[in-house]
């Protein structure tokens, strides 16, 4: 597990890098991961501040948004993959490192009920313009289906709504820029459009943000702060 900073700490480098930001160039900055949803993935809900888990259509007038939201408590440890249902009959909404898969009818013996799978990244810090890269792909593009809806939500505001249709082989990549503080909710949401037949899709969504490089933090006494996260 990757250690991750405080949020006391990124408050710190954050007000750093505003008040040095017009002395750096260039080579004075440098990215900082604050998530990452496949290196974070875990078998414990919260851990590295991500929560697995669904939209059911059962919270009346939030039906279907962030309000909706339910956890999956059902995790496969030798598949390690958490499910929204654990019977043969029940809905096949689950999610892992790299996979998510909606439920809507699929067949006769399993439950038809429409579940959106969400994965959600909660701030532990605040950040005045951080950068969300999203990579998204059909898990089994050599089978037809009728596409899924990949729903961006930020503190329940639908900032994003993109079909990935079954002929796109190719997938699909997207940047999104907003402020964060602490607290503030990403829902990551598979909307299943129709059916479920072949609705698995790869997703990795990655959260960063921009502070000064080690060699400017130092002077500041601040250099250790980076610590223990991947910079690029």
Do not use: K
């Amino acid at each position: 597990m990757r250690e991750h900073i405080t949020g006391t700490c990124v408050a710190a480098i954050m007000l750093l890098a505003g008040g040095a930001q017009g002395g750096l160039g260039d080579d004075g900055q440098t990215t900082l991961v604050l998530a990452d949803s496949v290196d974070d993935y875990a078998g414990d809900q919260g851990e590295n501040g991500w929560f697995y888990g669904y939209y059911d259509g059962d919270a009346g007038a939030d039906s279907f948004q962030p309000g909706d939201f339910e956890l999956m408590n059902i995790y496969d440890e030798g598949a390690e993959r958490w499910w929204a249902d654990g019977t043969d009959e029940g809905p096949i909404t689950l999610i892992d490192a790299e996979f998510m898969h909606p439920n809507a009818y699929l067949s006769d013996l399993r439950d038809p009920s429409e579940q959106w799978a969400v994965r959600r990244w909660i701030s532990g810090m605040d950040a005045s313009e951080v950068n969300i890269s999203v990579d998204l792909s059909r898990a089994n593009p050599e089978f037809a289906g009728d596409g899924v809806v990949l729903r961006v939500f930020i503190d329940g505001l639908e900032t994003l709504a993109v079909e990935l249709f079954a002929n796109n082989d190719a997938g699909l990549s997207f940047d999104l820029t907003t402020a964060v503080s602490e607290g503030t909710v990403i829902d990551f949401a598979i909307d299943p459009i129709g059916d479920a037949l072949f609705d698995a899709v790869r997703i990795g969504a990655e959260i960063t943000t921009v502070v000064p490089t080690p060699g400017v933090l130092a002077g500041f006494g601040l250099a250790g702060l980076l610590a223990g996260r991947r910079r690029r």
